[in-house]
């Protein structure tokens, strides 16, 4: 029975780690022989029986059985692992403060039972390894950013907000860091923290009028395919409008706002459609903090919005002496500016950001749009979040399959493929490189790498660009192993055909200013592994602002009889042209 009951902690952990769903919990208390008992293996002092025997932990061990948790956090046979980031009971007494209770039995047991796996990794991570860490993924799926602290030694920050006093203590089945200052448990949704903060009524009204409430309050979707649970998260980024924001712009309320909105219409749509529009237009399908939104060295970056066919512009002050003034969105428009107090707010599926302008829906003139292959929530979802999107380039890279993400429409060439060194389409973390002195890194320090084969094709939707005309420039990565690629001593250097707007329903093919034939690897001006880039068209037209389908077919016979063949891209750039 105990050897059961400790395979479904193990498979539960597992789960909760690579972001798929199991039967039972993470920590499965119905499935504990031990309920209501206590569970002690007194091999070298696992976890739970170590902080039980320290003075300074005693409320924390309160709330492991408070929370039905002390028995799994106390499991240590083969292949069962934890590290649990332990308050001490002057944190936990500062928590209580922060929740506004006294005691721990003022706290829901759901809650607490949120706090203890918010606090617990499933693995056992060496002071070593965890200072080399800028995060890491705890049972409640969520990321823990680490910032070590360069002064005092053994000591850190997660999240902005626990403190980490001492590290890596040994346990039989794990480690334990011990926390001067306890973490709030994310349990609120985007949703949840515009509504908690008391004054934005307007815009909980107008998220409840279009339905976006019921949309952000989602967490996750599950879906039951061939007997087997598939949880796919939501990520959202909310642009909040508090009710003295619209107040200034002389909006008091919804009816206020409706009339508003109808007032600056010239195209003739129902007040229903110019509010869901305008909702839609606060909300971006990703979560990003305001610092992801730049673009570089100051350039204009513009960002796609819910609403469909509408974008708009951040730009970035480094030198503005306040920090509510460094981001400006629709800078050229009627602009706002983040509220930095009110703004980077962390909730379970994406971040909050306050403004100081109501920001109605406007379109922007052409600006520089980075389109990176890797930048979907559905890839988001099936990598693991320590290794998505990283802050700095890696030293070692990992990869992914990811072609079962909905944002690939992709077909292998009949032929096949002879590389297994990769998928039919992976998703990379991306070193930096030293080319002639120079360091490269990738966009996001990432690359998806197609291996489709001869006449495979793949299918993408790109961000809405601003209608006009762009030069296009592709971002690869070249390795020692392509080199046949680059001196076209095999195939014809990765020959691929580009096409944007091609109707795959109907068949119609785009128009021939739309499509080009490239081999980016032929351009490639080094033998020097590293990221390059190169132009693929000089210029395209598109006449409208939206998104618009873009299509890559492999015409390198090589694809599917060199073993080496691959396509590893990085992003485009589209840069306009006056």
Request: hydrophobic fraction near 35%; charge should be negative.
């Amino acid at each position: 029975m105990k050897k059961n009951h400790i395979k479904n902690i193990m498979m539960a952990a597992v789960c909760a780690l690579a972001f798929s769903a199991c039967e039972k919990d993470v920590f499965d208390i119905n499935a504990d022989p031990f309920k209501g008992k206590t569970y002690i293996n007194m091999n070298n002092s696992p976890i739970s029986t170590y902080l039980d025997g320290e003075e300074d932990f005693s409320e924390y061990v309160k709330a492991l059985r408070y929370s039905d948790t002390y028995n799994a956090l106390n499991q240590s046979t083969s292949g069962i692992s934890f590290t649990s980031f332990a308050p001490t009971n002057e944190a936990m007494s500062e928590f209580y403060s922060r929740r506004g209770v006294s005691a721990l039995e003022e706290l829901p047991e759901s809650y607490v039972r949120s706090f203890v796996l918010y606090h617990t990794l499933p693995d056992s991570i060496t002071t070593e390894s965890f200072i080399t860490k800028t995060s890491v993924t705890n049972l409640t799926g969520d990321v823990i950013s680490i910032v070590i602290d360069s002064v005092n030694a053994g000591q850190a920050t997660l999240n902005s907000e626990g403190q980490v006093t001492e590290m890596g203590i040994s346990a039989y089945n794990g480690k334990v860091y011990v926390l001067s200052k306890a973490m709030t448990p994310l349990v609120e949704t985007v949703l949840d923290r515009v509504v908690e903060d008391g004054k934005s009524s307007i815009m909980v009204e107008a998220l409840k009028e279009t339905g976006w409430d019921k949309q952000i309050s989602v967490i996750q979707d599950t879906l039951i395919e061939e007997g087997r649970k598939i949880i796919t998260k939501r990520y959202y980024t909310l642009f909040n409008v508090t009710n003295d924001v619209f107040a200034k712009a002389n909006i008091n309320s919804l009816a206020d706002l409706k009339s508003e909105l109808k007032n600056k219409d010239d195209r003739s749509l129902s007040e229903d459609s110019l509010l869901r529009e305008y909702v839609s237009y606060h909300i971006m399908g990703n979560m990003y903090k305001r610092a992801d939104l730049v673009g570089a060295n100051g350039t204009t970056r513009i960002w796609s919005s819910l609403a469909k066919n509408q974008v708009f512009t951040v730009n970035e002050d480094t030198l503005a002496t306040s920090e509510d003034a460094r981001y400006t969105l629709n800078a050229a428009g009627e602009s706002a500016q983040f509220v930095a107090a009110s703004s980077d707010v962390l909730a379970k599926n994406g971040y909050v950001h306050e403004l100081n302008s109501w920001l109605p829906v406007w379109e922007p003139e052409q600006a520089t749009v980075v389109w990176d292959f890797a930048d979907y929530t559905e890839i988001k979802n099936l990598v693991p979040a320590s290794d998505y999107q990283l802050t700095e380039a890696p030293t070692t890279e990992t990869r992914y399959r990811v072609a079962s993400a909905p944002c690939f429409v992709y077909e292998m060439g009949e032929a096949g493929t002879k590389n297994s060194s990769y998928s039919d389409i992976d998703y990379m973390t991306t070193k930096a490189y030293k080319v002639n002195g120079e360091t490269l890194t990738a966009n996001n320090n990432d690359r998806i790498v197609f291996n489709l084969g001869y006449m495979g094709t793949v299918q993408m939707n790109t961000p809405t660009l601003v209608k006009g005309k762009y030069r296009l420039e592709l971002s690869i990565v070249y390795t020692s192993t392509q080199s046949f690629m680059r001196q076209q001593t095999d195939g014809n250097g990765g020959l691929v055909k580009l096409a944007f707007d091609a109707d795959p329903e109907t068949g119609a093919a785009p128009s021939p200013d739309k499509q080009v034939f490239v081999s980016p690897y032929t351009k490639v001006p080094s033998a020097l592994p590293g990221i390059y880039k190169s132009i693929i068209f000089e210029e395209v037209e598109f006449a409208e602002t939206a998104s618009h389908t873009f299509t890559m077919t492999v015409l390198d016979p090589a694809a599917s009889s060199n073993n080496k063949f691959s396509l590893q891209f990085d992003c485009i750039t589209f840069t306009p042209i006056p």
